[in-house]
Each structure stands twice: as structure tokens, then as C-alpha cells.
């Protein structure tokens, strides 16, 4: 059975990083999986018509299980490999989805919602080290953008599935939606035996004939004595020896002086993305069009073209950025981000006007704008901060953590960091419904505001990994100084290296046999 599985393994880098990435589009499907119901008569009749405080535990339940997932496969991670824990997620997301479309009253709901993140969580974390381990320099920031590309998709095709279902006049116009998106799950679980493990994972295992022939087979079409294999076989064994030599494995280790600089920007790659207010944008656009003015399907209709524009803006990223310098991204992103957020709220408070009541009998939309010009413009500035974070922050929040944590911790560093993205998720998606009934259009203010933080943090402080190999990032980190912007970047060695591998292949006759010595064993 095993050798059949092999025979059929994938041996194709982009298929295998796609199927990795399931766990973005299953994270989109969640996303408008809410934004698209939550304004539906048929949601509000079957759950009471929730306030602002219930529709964000609601809605946060998602990220709270995804943040105890994520933190649970810091040891799944390790201790069965990042592709296996992909495989565990795939039953606990289809167990969930199972309760999501069987759902009865509220509490049901977030328990639902509450499996469904934990699996979730698993799939954030472990999905792009996975791809990271897999890539090489030349590809690893466009393989991990499939992510943030597949979140997109996730929250396009369900925002249209559950925008049909609408107008079905019964609870199956939320029913099906859940119960459909079950379905990714149910492939990712028949396609994990054929999608091959992490060699750097084999590696650190000392499963080292393994770990070589998934490096030869998605490189190098399965000859083992290509430079690029004979290579990355050399540094992934060099660096795995340092670490064993002189680290521990302990959760400490994360925070020693060596570490605690890459663990801490591995962090706050993902709690800038988030605070940018994206995901506030995302979960409740409904409501943000509706301050602006529009009402009824109309509505929904508006907030599917900014999901089609994070589709379509993610597809620079995909393209070049393996080309980009990451500094330059976020902090451009920050930067962009900021201005249409204050642009919108400056425009939202100039031409608005409070409405205790709430408009058209929604309590969290408290504020409404009518000039129609302003109204056109706060669109407008919606789908421009969209485009923005889809081309910068959105696809590099998941590559710089992956990519910047030494293999020894990185099962643990990442999924730490992915803890904070989802703690980041849920409260905002909890308290940003009480935030546009309390305070309004400064919830805009903060998000910028916070963009603009983010700018001055990756200025002083990320380092630049832009076509750096995965060992080369101790380089990164270990240079002349912490402050990123007094750093002068160096090009890969990573290059050179192959280059001088060659040399001496062709220097022996190409007769050259990769020896694999045992890496010292673990204590």
C-alpha cells in the first residue's frame, strides 16, 4: 500500500503547495460564510436577530478555536510532521462542518464555529512551514502567497454560494452554504497521503533517504546528484548539526537573545495585518456599506466586488514576489492602508450623522451617510484599501513568518505567531461590532492609525529575507546591527553555493556520490 502511495506521490511543487494552502480557502469560506448571512432575514429570524455583543462572539468563536489550534500544532508540528497535522485538521474541519449545518439555536453555532477555527488554526500554522520547507529561494515567497490567494478565493465562491442561497425563505439559505463547504476538507483528507512531508522535518528526524528524495523529485525531476539537491542537502544537514550542538527544543529557547528579534517580527507580521482592519472590512462590509447608504441586496451585490478585487490584487503577489524586497511591501502597505482609512473616515464623519435607533432596524449601524457623492467615495476608499492590503500585507503576513524562523523552533515560533494572528481575529471581529455602534467612523482613525505604527515598526526592526534560503536566515539575523534600516542587504549565497557544488561535480567527472553523514544524535 505504501509503495503505491509513493509511486502516486506529487512531484510537482506548485500542486503540492496548493493543496497546502486548502487551509486559506477554508479560512475565506468562514469569512463571508458571516458577511454574507449575517444581514439575511432568514439569519436574523432563526437567531433572534443578535446584537452587536452576540454577533461578535458569534463571529469571534472562529477565532478563538483557531487559536487554540494553532497553538496545539506547535506539538503535532513536531511530533508528526507538518503534513500529518494537516491530515488531523481535515477531520476536525469536516467534523465541524457537520455541526455548523446541523445548527439549532446560538450556543450550537459557536460551538460549531468553535471546532471548525481549531482546525483552522492547525492549517494557518502548519500549512505554510510546510510550503516554506518544500520551496526554494527562487519560488518559496509566490508558493506561500497561494495562501493569502486562496483566502480570497475562499471568501469570493462562498460569498456568491451563500449570496444565491439568500433567497431560499427557510433556514437552508444557511444551512447549505455550511454544509457545502465540508467539501475542501474531504479532498484535503483523500489527498494527504500523496502530498510529500517536509524533507527538512525528515531531516531533523534523521530520515535522511527520504528527506533526499523529495528534495531530488520537486527540484530537480529526481536526479540526487543535481547541485541545487546536493546543495540544499548540505546546508539543511550543516545547519541541523549547529542546532543540535548547541539548542534546545523547550518553548525558553524562543525567547533567548539569539531568537527573540526573528520570533517577535514573526509575531507582529501577523498582528499588523490584522489590526490594519482588514478582517473588520471583510466580516462587516455589509455594515460599512449600509453607514453608507445602501441598503437591501444592493448591498451584498457592493461587498462582492471587493471580494472579486482581493482575488484579482493578489495575483501581483503571486507573480513577483520573489522579486520584492518584504520591507519595502509592508511598509508601502502601511502606508497606503493608512491614507484611504483616513480618507474614509474623515469623509464618513464630515458628510454623516449619528442614528441612535440604528438604520433600517440593524442596532450596530449607528451612523449614516447621505450626501451621495461621500457615500460613492467611502466605496470607493473600501475597495482601494482592499486592493492595497490584498498586493501587500495580506500575502507577505504569511510568508515572512515562515520564512524567518530557524528549523528547530520554527514548529513552535510559527504557531506562536499564528496564536497572535487569531487572538488579533477575534477581537477584532468580536469588539468591531460594538465599535461601529458606539463610536462609528473612528473605528477608522484606529485601524490607520495602527497601519501607521506597523510602518515604523518594520522600518526599525524586519530584516530583509527576500531570496534568502531558509539557513541563510541565521545570517540575516546574526549581522552588524538589530535596526534593520541601518542593514545593508547582501544577495543569496545560497547561488554561489550551487555554483561552487557544481564546479566540483564536474571537476570529479560527475562521478560524485552524495555521502549523507548522521547528524549528531538528539539528547
Same mark, same amino acid.
Given at each position: ?27 475565506? &469560506?468562514?469569512?463571508?460564510?458571516? @458577511? ?108 506561500? @502567497? ?57 531531516? @531533523? ?26 546543495? *540544499? ?9 549547529? !542546532? ?18 526573528? +520570533?517577535?517580527?514573526?509575531? &507582529? @507580521? ?97 451612523? &449614516?451617510?447621505?450626501? *451621495? ?22 500575502? +507577505? ?74 539557513? !541563510? ?19 543569496? !549565497?545560497?547561488?554561489?553555493?550551487? *555554483? ?14 552524495? *555521502? ?8
Amino acid at each position: 500500500m505504501m509503495n503505491s502511495i509513493h509511486k502516486y506521490r506529487i512531484n510537482n511543487v506548485y500542486l503540492a503547495a496548493g493543496l497546502c494552502t486548502i487551509g486559506g480557502l477554508l479560512q475565506g &469560506f468562514d469569512v463571508s460564510s458571516m @458577511s454574507a448571512i449575517i444581514g439575511t432575514q432568514q439569519y436574523k429570524e432563526y437567531f433572534h436577530n443578535p446584537g452587536s455583543v452576540k454577533q461578535g462572539g458569534i463571529t469571534a468563536s472562529m477565532a478563538g478555536g483557531s487559536l487554540l489550534g494553532a497553538l496545539f500544532s506547535s506539538w503535532t508540528g513536531d511530533r508528526f510532521g507538518r503534513r500529518d497535522s494537516l491530515f488531523i485538521a481535515s477531520i476536525i474541519w469536516v467534523i465541524g462542518s457537520a455541526l455548523m449545518c446541523s445548527v439549532q439555536n446560538i450556543a450550537h453555532l459557536i460551538v460549531a464555529r468553535i471546532v471548525n477555527g481549531f482546525a483552522v488554526g492547525i492549517l494557518t500554522s502548519q500549512g505554510p512551514i510546510l510550503i516554506a520547507e518544500l520551496s526554494t529561494p527562487q519560488n518559496r515567497g509566490r508558493l506561500i @502567497s497561494l495562501q493569502q490567494w486562496m483566502i480570497t478565493w475562499g471568501i469570493l465562491i462562498m460569498y456568491f454560494l451563500t449570496f444565491g442561497t439568500s433567497y431560499i425563505k427557510s433556514p437552508a439559505s444557511f444551512r447549505i452554504p455550511w454544509g457545502v463547504q465540508m467539501i475542501p476538507g474531504l479532498i484535503l483528507f483523500a489527498a494527504i497521503p500523496f502530498i510529500p512531508r517536509s524533507p527538512r522535518w525528515l531531516a @531533523s528526524q534523521d530520515r535522511w533517504d527520504e528527506a533526499i528524495d523529495i528534495l531530488a523529485t520537486l527540484h530537480a525531476k529526481g536526479d540526487k546528484q543535481s547541485p541545487l539537491v546536493l546543495t *540544499e542537502v548540505s546546508e539543511i544537514r550543516r545547519r541541523i548539526e549547529i !542546532e543540535r550542538q548547541s539548542k534546545t527544543l523547550s518553548w525558553s529557547e524562543l525567547f533567548k537573545r539569539q531568537n527573540i528579534i526573528r +520570533v517577535t517580527s514573526a509575531i &507582529f @507580521s501577523h498582528v499588523w495585518s490584522q489590526y490594519s482592519g482588514t478582517n473588520a472590512m471583510f466580516y462587516y462590509i455589509v455594515y460599512i456599506f449600509q453607514m453608507a447608504g445602501l441598503s437591501g441586496n444592493f448591498t451584498l451585490v457592493a461587498a462582492s466586488v471587493q471580494y472579486v478585487i482581493a482575488v484579482v490584487m493578489t495575483v501581483p503577489a503571486l507573480l513577483w514576489m520573489d522579486k520584492w524586497p518584504r520591507r519595502k511591501v509592508m511598509m508601502y502597505g502601511s502606508a497606503g492602508m493608512a491614507f484611504w482609512l483616513f480618507l474614509e473616515a474623515g469623509l464618513m464623519g464630515r458628510y454623516g450623522y449619528a442614528v441612535p435607533e440604528g438604520v433600517n432596524g440593524v442596532k450596530t449601524v449607528t451612523w &449614516f451617510v447621505s450626501n *451621495e457623492k461621500a457615500s460613492k467615495a467611502v466605496i470607493a476608499c473600501s475597495y482601494l484599501f482592499i486592493a492595497t492590503y490584498s498586493v501587500t500585507w495580506g500575502p +507577505v503576513g504569511w510568508v515572512y513568518p515562515a520564512e524567518i524562523i530557524p528549523l528547530y523552533i520554527r514548529s513552535k515560533a510559527v504557531s506562536l505567531a499564528t496564536v497572535f494572528n487569531w487572538a488579533m481575529n477575534f477581537s477584532l471581529t468580536f469588539w468591531s461590532p460594538i465599535g461601529f455602534q458606539t463610536i462609528q467612523w473612528k473605528v477608522h482613525i484606529i485601524f490607520g492609525s495602527l497601519c501607521c505604527v506597523a510602518l515604523v515598526h518594520v522600518f526599525l526592526l524586519f530584516q530583509e529575507s527576500c531570496g534568502k534560503s531558509l539557513e !541563510e536566515m541565521d545570517d540575516v539575523f546574526k549581522n552588524e546591527s538589530i535596526w534593520a534600516f541601518k542593514v545593508k542587504y547582501t544577495k543569496s !549565497e545560497f547561488g554561489r553555493a550551487i *555554483e561552487r557544488t557544481a564546479a566540483q561535480v564536474n571537476k570529479e567527472d560527475g562521478t560524485g556520490i552524495l *555521502e549523507v553523514e548522521e547528524a549528531p544524535a538528539r539528547t
